[in-house]
């Protein structure tokens, strides 16, 4: 089972806390993948979301996990339920984040969290040794950044490998 561990006070701010819904969730990943997955269905349970359906690479799993685990009051990611290309996503640890540390991603992809002070040329200089390589992490996160000079402390990301 794969279960990965997020920054639960850090996030957009997508859910009604009052009436959390899992459509919401649904859509938003949807939507920052850019309708590139269509059989996804979420299940919000507490503050754990599980991912449930069929994507076609790891990259769009490793986006699917993060638009899901980077919205506000969510914990935890479980992607047990989830078909790499047809596969079942097994053989997974689970996983957490520290701020400012990296863990290995389900795919070819290093998770990062993101803490104060943090640029992404700074964070490409760190992990490739180069800052000018911030624009591979910038689209490497579509969807789940949308502005470089935009991010934020909790939020965590993909570094791919070069």
Known sequence: MGLFEFVKSAGEAILNQKNPNSGDVENHIKDGLGGAVKDIAVDLIGNMIKLKG???????LEKAILLAGNIKGVEKVDTSGLNVAGAPVGGQQ???TKPGGGASGPGESTFYTIVKGDTLS????????????????????RGIIKNADLIYPG???????V
């Open 122 to 141: 700074g964070i490409a200089k760190k992990f490739y040794g180069d800052g000018n390589k911030y624009h591979q992490i910038f689209e490497a996160n």
């Open 54 to 60: 069929n994507v076609d690479s790891n990259d769009l």
């Open 155 to 161: 939020q965590t990301i993909r570094i791919p490998k």
């Open 94 to 96: 689970q996983m957490g």
